[in-house]
């Protein structure tokens, strides 16, 4: 399943949708809903088997938030 939490305004996408059908990839285009994954997420990096880490592009201090925003990383964290 892909999400995507942003409205698509123009007449395409960048995901090629028809492909991603045949692949059987659902998208949906809305609002994460993290907490209903979170307690199968905190199981798997309790087991050692996810680490935080291997999905962590970028940590950044929230005295940083305007330049770090525009980092197209997947995944950004922020500390005080």
Do not use: E, N, W
Not at 26 to 48: K, Q, S, Y
Not at 56 to 73: C, L
């Amino acid at each position: 399943m892909l999400t995507s939490v942003s409205i698509h305004l123009g007449a395409t996408t960048a995901v090629p949708l028809t492909q991603a059908c045949y692949c059987g990839l659902t998208l949906v285009t809305a609002r994460a809903d993290p907490r209903a994954h979170l307690p199968a997420v905190l199981d798997c990096i309790a087991c050692g088997r996810l680490h935080p880490g291997h999905v962590t592009h970028r940590v950044a201090r929230f005295a940083d938030a305007i330049d770090a925003m525009t980092d197209p990383g997947p995944k950004l964290i922020f500390l005080p």
